[in-house]
């Protein structure tokens, strides 16, 4: 038995007969930040509700440890409960009432939303909402967070933004992530390990490591030469700097 927290072993999902996912085998070790990436219809959140728990594999077998918690694409927030109440959900184990107010307090100031206790979802930015996502979703002890596209819904400057946000916190209240998404520069630059998918159905194509400290600026060496590699992997990179010398030479 190893320390992983997660261990996949050749498995594959399909439809009524159709393969959404082809043999997939890896590990996700305790306290690392993986980000699986793939194109539309790849079978990414087929992954994460197999990670779950919520979807079992037609074939192959899955061990987990721990809990897990999913991050979604929209803010799984209650509409009709303050920012405040939000969070106090993730909280309620907490038996003391003042350990819960303090809890959230310091929570609240760690996304910065320190006076928007009392605002309710709809009175909030959708950056801010994913915010108070992300906090209710560091809030508890969970081990094991599975996030499928949390900050897709987003404007690009706000999900620059936000993927700062989700490194500062990860450094703050580090957990073990599984993150699927398909902006490469989001997976380079968060992920301790990119795994690249191919399109439907699923497999995995290849595994690239980043050994660079979090959090990582976007313009960091490794991270950019990752997301040049991730390219050419999925066939990109190559036509792009095919397409360049096309320019270069009709100039
Ligand atoms: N419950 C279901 N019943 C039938 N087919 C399904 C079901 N869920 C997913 N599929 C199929 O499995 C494939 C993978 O779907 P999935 O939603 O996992 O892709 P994805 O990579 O998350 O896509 P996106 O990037 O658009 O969110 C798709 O072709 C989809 O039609
Ligand atoms: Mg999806």
Redesign the pocket.
């Known amino acids: 038995m190893t320390n992983s927290l997660i261990e996949l072993q050749s498995v594959s999902r399909s ?2 007969g159709v393969a ?1 996912l082809e043999g997939l085998t890896f590990r996700v070790e305790p306290g690392e930040f993986v980000a699986v990436v ?1 194109p ?7 992954l994460l509700n197999l990670l779950s728990g919520c979807d079992i594999p037609t074939s192959g077998r899955i061990e987990r440890r721990g809990s897990v918690r999913m991050v979604y694409q929209h803010d799984g927030l209650f509409p009709w409960l303050t920012a405040g109440q939000n969070i106090d959900l993730a909280l309620r184990k907490l038996v003391s009432a003042q350990d819960r107010k303090s809890q959230r307090q310091a929570l609240l100031n760690l996304i910065g939303l320190e006076g928007f206790a009392d605002h309710y979802p709809h009175q909030l930015s959708g950056g801010m909402r994913q915010r108070v996502e992300l906090a209710r979703a560091l809030a508890g002890e969970t081990d094991l967070l599975l996030m499928d ?1 949390p900050f897709s819904a987003l404007d690009y400057l706000t999900r620059l933004r936000m993927r700062d946000e989700l490194a500062r916190l990860l450094h703050e209240r580090p957990r073990t992530v599984v993150l699927v998404t ?1 902006d490469i520069e989001e997976a380079a630059q968060l992920a301790d390990r990119v795994i690249v998918m191919s399109g ?1 159905p699923g497999r995995i194509i290849c595994e690239h490591s980043l050994s660079l400290a979090r959090p990582r600026e976007l313009t960091d060496p490794e991270v950019t030469h990752a997301v040049q590699t991730i390219l050419s992997e999925l066939g990109l990179g190559m036509q792009r700097s095919e397409n360049d010398r096309t320019d270069e030479e009709t100039k």
């Open positions: 439809y009524h959404a793939g539309s219809g790849c079978g990414k959140t087929t596209e398909h439907r």
